[in-house]
C-alpha cells in the first residue's frame, strides 16, 4: 500500500510526463508558424506566392547593398542569405542603425510578380549574441580573423578574455 | 516582533504535530515546515541579505553604466544589458522556485511552501515586468521596434501572464487552502514554459538573439562587460531573496494574527 503522499507524488510526475508530451507534440505541430521568419533557403524551396505577406530573415550578403533615393524617400536594395540560398530585397524606406553587410535582418513584405524579388515594407536588425569593445573588434580584424562583413565573429573561446594586443599577436595568417 | 501567547507556541507545536512525516526520510523537509522556528532563524538574516542585495546591485550596476566598455557595435544602448539580462534570469529562476513550492505543497502538504508561493509570485512578476520593460527600450534602438510576436519574446509574456495568474489564483478563494491547491497545480502546469524561454531561440527563427552565456560554451561576452553583468546578476538575486523572505516572513505574521483574531472572535462569541 502506497502512502498518500507517494501516491500524489507519481501522480504528479505522470500529469507532468502527460502535460510535456502535449506541449512537445503541439510545438512540433505548429513549428513553421512559431518561427518568426523564413530563411532565403526555405523561400527557394516553398514559393510563396506573389502579394502574399511574410518575413524573410538571414545575413546581409556582403557587396549586395545598393542605396540611394526615389521620389526622396531612401531606397536600398541588398541580398538576404542563409548561406544556400539568396534573395534580392528591395526596401523604401528608413534602415535601422545597427543595418549593416554580415549584419543579421528579419525584413517583412511580399515577394514581387514572378518571384524575381522581395519588397519589403520594414526592415529589422537582428544582432548576434556576441559583446565586446571596439579596440576588441578592430584586433580581431588586425589578426585576419574576422570581418564583420561576411557574418558573425569566430568562436569566443579564441577572444572573450584575450587582450587586444593578445590577439592581434596570434595571427594565424 | 510581538511575543504572542503560549497558546499560540501551542498551536503552532500541534500544528507542526500533524504536518509532521511519519517517515524520518521526510523529516529533513518539514524542519523549517514550523513557522514559529522560520521565523527566529529568517528574520535577522533579512536586513543583512537587504543591504548586500543593495550594495552588490550598486557596485555591478556603476560598474556596467559608468566603466564597462560599449558595445562596438550596439554602441550605449547595449548598457541596459546590465538590467535586463539579470532580470530575466531572476523572472525565471524565481518562477523555478515558485514551481518547486508548488510541488512540496501539492505532494508533502508543505504550508510554509504554500505561504512562500504566494509571496514570491509578485516579486517575480516585477522582475519579468522589468525584463519586458528594459527588453522592450533596447528593442527600439536596436532592432527598429519595441515588440515583435517572436517565440522569446512570447513565451517570457507569458511568463508574466503565469505570475499574475497565479497571483490572483492563490488570493482567490476564502479558504486560503483552496487557493494553495488551485495555485500550485497552476505553477507546476506553468513550469513547462520555462525551458521553452530557454531554448526559444534554438528551436525556432527569432529576431531575439540566442544566448550568450551557456553551461556548455563560452562566454559570448567579453570579460570586461561579462564582470559587471555577473554582479549585477548576483545583486538582483539577493535582491529576489531578500524581497521575498521578507514578504514570506510578513505573511507568516499575518496568518499567526488572522488565526489570534479568530480565536478572540470564538471565545467572545461562546
Given at each position: ?10 501522480i ?8 510535456s508530451?502535449?506541449?512537445?507534440l ?5 513549428r ?7 530563411s ?9 506566392p ?27 536594395t ?12 528591395v ?8 543595418f ?9 513584405g511580399?515577394?514581387?510578380?514572378g ?9 529589422l ?32 573561446g ?14 594565424n595568417? | ?7 499560540d ?16 526520510s ?17 528574520q535577522p ?21 559608468a ?6 557595435q ?19 529562476n ?11 505543497s ?9 505561504i512562500a508561493?504566494k ?6 512578476a ?14 527600439k534602438?536596436?532592432?527598429g ?12 509574456l ?5 505570475y ?11 479558504n ?30 527569432s ?7 551557456t553551461?556548455t ?7 570586461t ?13 539577493l ?15 499575518e ?7 479568530l ?8
Amino acid at each position: 500500500m502506497m502512502s498518500r503522499k507517494k501516491r500524489r507524488l507519481w501522480i504528479v510526475i505522470a500529469c507532468g510526463l502527460g502535460l510535456s508530451t502535449a506541449v512537445a507534440l503541439m510545438l512540433v505541430a505548429f513549428r513553421s508558424s512559431l518561427s518568426f521568419f523564413m530563411s532565403p533557403q526555405q523561400v527557394a524551396a516553398r514559393h510563396p506566392p506573389a502579394g502574399r505577406v511574410f518575413r524573410l530573415g538571414g545575413i546581409v550578403q556582403a557587396n549586395t547593398v545598393v542605396m540611394g533615393t526615389r521620389d526622396g524617400a531612401p531606397y536600398t536594395t541588398f541580398r538576404i542569405t542563409d548561406g544556400r540560398a539568396s534573395i534580392p530585397v528591395v526596401y523604401t524606406g528608413v534602415l535601422p542603425g545597427l543595418f549593416r553587410q554580415g549584419q543579421g535582418v528579419v525584413t517583412i513584405g511580399a515577394m514581387s510578380r514572378g518571384d524575381r524579388e522581395f519588397l519589403a515594407s520594414t526592415v529589422l536588425a537582428k544582432h548576434g549574441a556576441d559583446y565586446m569593445p571596439r579596440d576588441v573588434e578592430m584586433a580581431l580584424r588586425k589578426a585576419g580573423k574576422w570581418n564583420p562583413k561576411f557574418g558573425p565573429p569566430p568562436n569566443a573561446g579564441a577572444w572573450d578574455d584575450k587582450s587586444p594586443a593578445q590577439i592581434e599577436a596570434s595571427n594565424n595568417g | 516582533m510581538d511575543r504572542s501567547p503560549a497558546t499560540d507556541y501551542a498551536a503552532d507545536a500541534q500544528a507542526a504535530m500533524i504536518a509532521a512525516p511519519t517517515s524520518k526520510s521526510g523529516a529533513w523537509l518539514h524542519r523549517f515546515a514550523n513557522p514559529g522556528r522560520f521565523q527566529r532563524l529568517v528574520q535577522p538574516l533579512i536586513p543583512w541579505i537587504g543591504w548586500a542585495a543593495l550594495i552588490v546591485c550598486s557596485v555591478g550596476l556603476v560598474w556596467g553604466f559608468a566603466f564597462a566598455p560599449a558595445d562596438w557595435q550596439q554602441g550605449i544602448a547595449s548598457r541596459i544589458m546590465y538590467v535586463h539580462v539579470p532580470a530575466a534570469w531572476v523572472a525565471m529562476n524565481g518562477y523555478a522556485a515558485l514551481a518547486i513550492c508548488s510541488l512540496l505543497s501539492i505532494v508533502w502538504r508543505h504550508p510554509l511552501a504554500d505561504i512562500a508561493a504566494k509571496e514570491m509570485g509578485p516579486v517575480g512578476a516585477g522582475f519579468t515586468g522589468l525584463c519586458l520593460i528594459t527588453g522592450s527600450l533596447w528593442g527600439k534602438p536596436e532592432w527598429g521596434t519595441y515588440w515583435v510576436w517572436d517565440a522569446r519574446l512570447t513565451s517570457v509574456l507569458i511568463l508574466f501572464f503565469l505570475y499574475l495568474g497565479h497571483m490572483a489564483l492563490i488570493r482567490a478563494f476564502d479558504n486560503p487552502q483552496h487557493g494553495y491547491r488551485a495555485a500550485a497545480i497552476l505553477g507546476l502546469v506553468g513550469a513547462i514554459n520555462l525551458p521553452i524561454i530557454v531554448f526559444s531561440v534554438y528551436w525556432w527563427n527569432s529576431l531575439h538573439q540566442g544566448n550568450s552565456i551557456t553551461l556548455t560554451g563560452p562566454s559570448k561576452i567579453y570579460v570586461t562587460m561579462l564582470y559587471p553583468l555577473l554582479i549585477s546578476t548576483l545583486g538582483f538575486y539577493l535582491a529576489f531573496i531578500a524581497m521575498s523572505l521578507a514578504r514570506i516572513s510578513s505573511g507568516i505574521m499575518e496568518n499567526r494574527a488572522r488565526a489570534l483574531l479568530l480565536a478572540r472572535a470564538e471565545r467572545s462569541g461562546s
